[in-house]
């Protein structure tokens, strides 16, 4: 909104990457790393040109369907306690004092419910691979050898490849 007078004020700051990027930011990375760059056709990119003059490329049309985006990939993220999934764009209110209808070109999107369980059984799959702990013995039940409860454990845990130490010794 602001990219011509950020970078007229900020010298430090040589580019800006406006509107959604998912398109456009893998464009502008694989640009940085040529010898020579051409920044002139990735999309919603505002930078300084070669003759000094503030460049601001064309903003893409927004992504109509975001099932079509990839999924992402949550086996790079760092451990937390939680992840936010991105589940939709945009809002389905109007009102005048946000800008969340302006960034979003004034569409609201959501992802389908099947992508945003699979995204859900993914996080939950690579937060199990890092977060599992505590040994399998705890999960026997009282005066039995094996539990139930440990052979359900078990049993969700290999197919999700988490293993405790207690799988294979009895």
């Not at 026997?140 to 999700?160: N, V, Y």
Request: hydrophobic share 35%.
């Amino acid at each position: 909104i602001l990219s011509k007078e950020t970078l007229d004020s900020f010298p430090f700051i040589d580019f800006i990457l406006s509107g959604e990027a998912d398109i456009s930011f893998p464009q502008f990375i694989n640009e940085l790393t040529k010898p020579i760059p051409d920044y002139s056709d990735i999309p919603g990119l505002a930078y300084q040109n070669t003759t000094g003059l503030i460049q601001h490329n064309k903003l893409n049309e927004s992504i109509a369907n975001l099932d079509d985006l990839p999924v992402p990939a949550y086996d790079l993220v760092p451990e937390l306690n939680w992840i936010k999934l991105d589940v939709g764009r945009g809002c389905p209110f109007q009102c005048t004092y946000c800008s969340t209808n302006e960034f979003f070109s004034k569409r609201y999107r959501v992802k389908s419910a099947d992508r945003i369980i699979k995204e859900m059984m993914l996080a939950f799959e690579d937060m199990m691979r890092k977060k599992i702990v505590m040994p399998a013995h705890f999960l026997r039940q009282q005066g039995e050898k094996i539990g139930t409860s440990f052979t359900h454990f078990s049993d969700a845990a290999q197919r999700l490849g988490v293993y405790t130490t207690s799988d294979y010794t009895d």
